[in-house]
Nanobody, 120 residues
Framework: VQLVESGGGLVQPGGSLRLSCAAS????????MSWYRQAPGKERELVAA????????NYTDSAKGRFTISRDNAKNMVYLQMNSLKPEDTAVYYC??????????????GGQGTQVTVST
């Protein structure tokens, strides 16, 4: 199983980035996908999640209206479009895959992360 994030970098406040996560080694279309982030000295937090078929999404309050999660099941890819970035968005962003059946987490996979730095 592999989850490989890309697209991070340094961006000025107000700018945009698009993170990508390439998944392999499991049946991607059966998995809920999420983006988490962890800033220095802080706990990892959920940023956005998308259901296995892309029909449902949810976001942390700070991401609503600025970030959009999407997926392409044909390409085994999940994306996080981030607009109007703020310095407080600076963190390592991690892709996560979760297989949930009847509210039980059967499998849970994570990537190595990509650094996002929002600064002048």
């Amino acid at each position: 199983v592999q989850l490989v994030e890309s697209g991070g970098g340094l961006v000025q406040p107000g700018g945009s980035l698009r993170l990508s996560c390439a998944a392999s080694g499991f049946t991607f279309e059966n998995y809920q996908m999420s983006w988490y982030r962890q800033a220095p000295g802080k706990e990892r937090e959920l940023v956005a999640a998308i259901s296995h078929d892309g029909g449902r999404t949810n976001y942390t309050d700070s991401a609503k209206g600025r970030f959009t999660i999407s997926r392409d099941n044909a390409k085994n890819m999940v994306y996080l479009q981030m607009n109007s970035l703020k310095p407080e968005d600076t963190a390592v962003y991690y892709c996560n895959a979760r297989r949930i059946v009847r509210n039980v987490i059967l499998y849970n996979y994570g990537g190595q992360g990509t650094q996002v730095t929002v600064s002048t």
